[in-house]
């Protein structure tokens, strides 16, 4: 398929975007919402024709399910999107010249936006509403295991613009074929920014890519360090929340560094994990630690392929360090910037954590869970950034928005 009609019409109705306003926007957004959970049947039914073509022990299986309650909740989500503030036309700096020229740094939309991601057809949802929200077009590449269900969201969300008279095509998906993508990735005339959202494989093909600029939604390797001065009872339910509440999501807990001296607790901090049938790939302290204590079936030595990875499974590393200073060092030789935490009631230590390490998101006696925009407040989340330049960490809307500077004069030249 030749993509570039398509470029072009998203192109021309990004500008007519631009030019509604705030109540406009949210009046959609709260109606896609109430179209979603008024055609939930209709959208599981297209779902489950995903669904049946991918094997259920497959990681992304849990990601391409939708459910009631899922859809439930991304109505929610939906709401508390319109419910945000408007981050477009807010003044960012003011400044009167000496010659009397006021020059103001006024906040603006991308233009489109395209995004490409995996298995997970909420996303779908969850662009839309970001993307309209702060004044973009949206060009959406889903991957071939999710078609029917995003043509079926599409579809849902398309008969929704066009009751309230606006352009369908400020929001575009694209068929499934990797030639697709490689327009997409290539669109320099027609899309302003590119975010992809899946496995380390796709990030890195799209950065290595694209000719159009990327903010990298990396993949989530992420650590909690139970120190010497952990506290056990919130470090069990915080290790197990972090492992078991969402397996195939990249704020799921992938190792646990244990300080030797605390090697003793370790059966108790991992025990609610047995439960959940999670594999603990143990080294060979933390092995000799469990051994006895966790299933047998369920413990495993720990190679070097054991830390670094992103299992999106019920599967987890547990390391054994004998300071606090060898723990950063795990976390930098092995993090993915996404999400770290420490467990410890050493309130100068946490802050020492907070400062050394480098990641979007670090914590304290907390589960890396909530790494997600909707947690921290943003209403939904685009995507989670692990590069440094312009977003960082969850991205909402003040992240899909740019600048322009403005400029009043009164008939001033320069000499």
Same mark, same amino acid.
């Given at each position: ?18 030019? !509604? ?8 957004? !709260? ?17 489950? @024709? ?15 399910? !939708? ?7 991304? %109505? ?28 103001? @740094? ?48 599409? $579809? ?51 950065? @290595? ?30 290790? $197990? ?47 000799? %630690? !469990? ?23 019920? @599967? ?13 060092? $795990? ?85």
């Amino acid at each position: 398929m030749d993509c570039t009609p398509v470029f072009k019409r998203v192109k021309l109705a990004s500008r007519k975007l631009n030019l !509604l306003g705030t109540d406009d926007i949210n009046k959609i957004l !709260l109606m896609v919402a109430d179209a979603a959970v008024e055609n939930t049947e209709f959208i599981l039914a297209e779902n489950n @024709k995903d669904l049946v073509l991918m094997n259920m022990s497959d990681p992304n299986y849990d990601r391409l399910l !939708l459910s009631a309650e899922r859809i439930r909740s991304i %109505a929610s989500d939906l709401k508390n999107v319109a419910a945000l503030d408007w981050p477009l036309e807010r003044v960012m700096m003011k400044n009167i010249r000496p010659n009397g020229m006021v020059i103001s @740094k006024l906040s603006v939309p991308f233009g489109v936006i395209g995004v490409i991601y995996e298995a997970r057809p909420n996303v779908t949802f969850d662009v839309f509403s970001l993307c309209i929200k702060s004044g973009n077009a949206c060009i959406l590449k889903g991957g071939s295991d999710a078609i029917h269900s995003n043509k079926a969201i599409v $579809h849902l969300i398309q008969e929704v613009l066009e009751k309230n008279g606006i352009d369908q095509n400020i929001l575009a998906l694209l068929p499934a074929g990797r030639h697709e993508t490689a327009q997409l990735l290539n669109a320099t005339d027609y899309i302003d920014l590119i975010i992809p959202r899946g496995s380390r494989n796709l990030i890195d093909f799209v950065r @290595k890519n694209s000719a159009v600029p990327v903010i990298e939604t990396g993949a989530g390797i992420c650590h909690t360090y139970f120190d010497e001065a952990g506290d056990k009872e919130k470090g069990r339910r915080i290790i $197990h929340n972090a492992k078991t509440r969402r397996v195939s999501v990249c704020n799921a807990l992938d190792c646990l560094i244990v300080h030797e001296n605390r090697l003793a607790d370790l059966d108790y901090l991992v025990g609610l994990c047995s439960g959940s049938d999670v594999i603990i790939y143990a080294d060979k302290k933390a092995f000799k %630690a !469990l051994k006895g204590k966790y299933p047998s079936e369920l413990l495993q030595p720990a190679t070097k392929e054991s830390f670094g990875t992103e299992f999106l499974s019920y @599967k987890m590393a547990v390391k054994t360090v004998g300071s606090f200073d060898e723990a950063l060092l $795990h976390i930098s030789k092995y993090g993915s910037k996404h999400s770290e935490a420490i467990i410890s009631e050493n309130n100068s230590l946490i802050k020492l954590f907070y400062k050394s390490v480098d990641a979007s998101s670090v914590f304290a006696n907390a589960s890396t869970a909530f790494t997600d925009g909707a947690e921290f407040g943003l209403g939904a989340e685009i995507g989670i950034s692990t590069q440094k330049l312009h977003a960082r960490g969850p991205m909402a809307l003040e992240a899909l928005t740019t600048y322009k500077w403005i400029v009043e004069g009164n008939g001033q030249i320069r000499t």
